[in-house]
Every structure is written in C-alpha cells, then in structure tokens.
C-alpha cells in the first residue's frame, strides 16, 4: 500500500470553526490531491499541488484552502467550516502526471454541526 | 456538469459468473481511464487503466474496455467472487490536465 496517512480520521465540529486536514506521504510523490466524497456525487477535486508551494484549484476549491510546505505534507484548510462542507475527504498521490494512477489515503470524515 | 457518468448505482451478481460495469463519458479529450475500487471506511484502491490507444486492457479477472467512439467504458470481472462486493469508480483524465473525473460510482454486490 502507499505510504499516505490521513489525520484525523474522524473529526466533529461546530459551524464557523476553522479546521485543518492533513496529509503526509512516504513515497517521495510530486503530486498531491484533496477529493471529497458526497452521495450522487462521486470524488471531486477541491486542490491538488503539483510540487512544494504550487498549487492549483479543483472543481469545488470554493471554502477551501490548501498548503505545501514540503514534498511530504499537504494541508487542507476549511477557514469558516458551514455544514455543507460536512463530507469524507479523500487524499491522494501521484509519482507523475503521466499516465499513473492516483493512490488513496483512507479518508477523513468530517461532520459540521 | 458530470463529465463522467455511471449510470447504475448498483449491481447484484451470482459468484461465478461475469461483472460488468459501465462508464459513460462527454470529454473527447480524456485519454486516460481507471477504475478503483471501494470498500466502506476504506480509500478507493486502483484497479485497472486503459489509455486512449488501447481498447483493451487485461489483468488477471479484471478486463477493461473501451469505446472511443461510443465514449464508453467497461470493467468486466470473470468470474465474480463475493470479495469483489465494493463501490467502483472509473475516472478519466485529460493528456494536458492534472485532474481526475470521477464518476459517482457503482456498488456491486455478489451473492454467494
């Protein structure tokens, strides 16, 4: 399996409150992907990260902001959490942008009371 | 707008017998397609991939095929064992973009 943990893995919180997700990778990976996970909707991207410091707009960034810092860690930044944004976020990596599959960290899931 | 489609929001198959899940896309520039596989509180796992100049790829029990012309896509699983019980997802990616489209995925279930 490759090396992404998410943290936390869980995590409930009250509307208004800034919350940060993380992912950290062990493969050495140049890119990073934040996905969502809503019902009828399948994963979409909210920000991916193409190397340390660049980043890029998903198709639904709105809400969201993300950091990378160094090559191992993304971060996922929800500055006033409202409840739609109560979803399982996914994160991902990729070695290249070639024709290589994306590997998954097991989510977080997230509730905005 | 979903640009990739998957149409049947479940499936139910004997043990044994074939799988087959169906993808739809509107994108003519996707060139490279997957499929990942989900098992509840579990990240999507790969599965199989097939690029636009291929209509066929094969691994193992998983076979994946594609129509350009129709922009379809399949996975096939011959036979179906009752582990392949999970959500499937196929996604596509364009030959210039970083992004991955997600269809919203099929669960499948076989029934021993």
């Known amino acids: 399996d490759a090396g992404i943990t998410q943290s936390p893995r869980h995590k409930v919180t009250e509307t208004g409150t800034p919350v940060t997700l993380r992912c950290h990778q062990t493969?050495?990976?140049?890119?990073m992907y934040w996905y969502r996970q809503d019902p009828g909707h399948g994963l979409r991207l909210i920000h991916y990260s193409y190397g340390v410091k660049d980043t890029d707009k998903g198709e639904v960034s709105d809400g969201y902001s993300v950091s990378r810092s160094k090559t191992e860690d993304f971060l996922l930044t929800l500055e006033s959490a409202t409840s739609s944004q109560t979803s399982v976020y996914f994160c991902?990596?990729?070695?290249?942008?070639?024709?290589?599959?994306?590997?998954f960290g097991d989510g977080t899931r997230l509730s905005i009371l | 707008d979903q640009q990739v489609k998957q149409n049947s929001p479940s499936l139910s198959v004997q043990e044994g017998r074939i799988s087959i899940l169906n993808c739809d896309y509107t994108n003519s520039m996707f060139d490279y397609f997957l499929w990942y596989k989900k098992y509840p509180a579990e990240g999507p796992t790969f599965l199989i991939s097939i690029s636009s100049i291929k209509d066929k790829n094969e691994d193992g029990r998983f076979t994946v095929f594609l129509n350009k012309s129709a922009k379809h896509l399949s996975l096939h699983i011959v036979p179906s064992q009752p582990g392949d019980s999970a959500v499937y997802f196929c996604a596509a990616r364009t030959n210039t973009g970083n992004q991955f489209y997600f269809g919203t995925g099929t669960s499948l279930t076989v029934i021993p």
């Open positions: 991902a990596i990729s070695a290249t942008n070639s024709n290589q599959p994306q590997h």
């Open positions: 493969e050495n990976h140049r890119y």
